[in-house]
């Protein structure tokens, strides 16, 4: 699947969507990089290579500070604003298709705390529990109200949030269901040999949300 490219423009300059979809996309999955805003990481490009086959377009967001040139991003919720220019984006070339969003890590914060009634599901991908060593600094209210299903794909040893401080969490009250795939040996980032199990814990997602 060859990627294409569009500009978007945002209140704090110009971002760009790295897009990979077919003809016509039965879902489409808009997703975002991790603390340094990097989209080309060993998991988002998997998804990115496979997804298209299976008729779900994804869409990579390069936020417009990681355009620019700089390597770390304005602390949340300060680029939250400006990844919605890039959901309604989305959204305009695709009326009508079901949409789904996401991230790695900060990406997947971002995607919860900006979530809509109108977006169908949302792939949390590494999201970061809490800082490691913070499990007192818990991030679970971002992802609480979420009114839709999520899907948080996370390392075995993520110091961010092991499986099991994740399900714990999960176990109490979500506006919308919750989903937690544990990919073996993986820490916080997933190596190329894990993609394989991300991309079909996300396949598997869509599909099941939207046939």
């Known amino acids: 699947m060859v990627e294409t490219f569009a500009p978007v423009a945002t209140s704090a300059g110009?971002?760009?969507?790295?897009?990979?979809?077919?003809?016509?996309?039965r879902a489409v999955l808009l997703l975002g990089g991790g603390?340094?805003?990097?989209?080309?990481?060993?998991?988002?490009?998997?998804?990115?290579d496979a997804l298209p086959g299976r008729g779900i377009g994804v869409a990579r967001f390069e936020l417009p500070w990681r355009v620019a040139g700089r390597t770390v991003g304005p602390r949340p919720p300060a680029s939250d604003p400006l990844w919605q220019a890039g959901v309604d984006a989305v959204r305009a070339a695709h009326p009508g298709v079901p949409l789904f969003t996401g991230g790695r890590s900060a990406g997947a914060r971002i995607a919860c705390r900006t979530w809509?009634?109108?977006?169908?599901?949302?792939?949390?991908?590494?999201?970061?529990?809490?800082?490691?060593?913070?499990?007192?600094?818990?991030?679970?209210?971002?992802?609480?109200?979420?009114?839709a299903p999520v899907l948080?794909?996370?390392?075995?040893?993520?110091?961010?949030?092991?499986?099991?401080?994740?399900?714990?969490?999960?176990?109490?009250?979500?506006?919308?269901?919750?989903?937690?795939?544990v990919v073996p040996g993986a820490t916080h980032s997933f190596p190329r040999g894990a993609t394989p199990t991300v991309v079909a814990a996300v396949a598997a997602f869509v599909d099941r949300l939207v046939g």
């Open 116 to 147: 809509t009634p109108d977006v169908a599901g949302v792939v949390a991908l590494s999201f970061p529990l809490h800082p490691p060593g913070r499990p007192d600094a818990s991030r679970l209210a971002e992802l609480t109200p979420v009114g």
């Open 35 to 48: 603390h340094s805003g990097q989209i080309a990481t060993p998991d988002l490009d998997a998804l990115a």
């Open 14 to 25: 110009e971002g760009r969507l790295h897009i990979a979809a077919p003809g016509d996309p």
């Open 152 to 181: 948080l794909v996370s390392g075995a040893r993520d110091p961010f949030g092991s499986p099991d401080e994740l399900a714990s969490a999960l176990r109490g009250d979500h506006a919308g269901a919750r989903e937690l795939v």
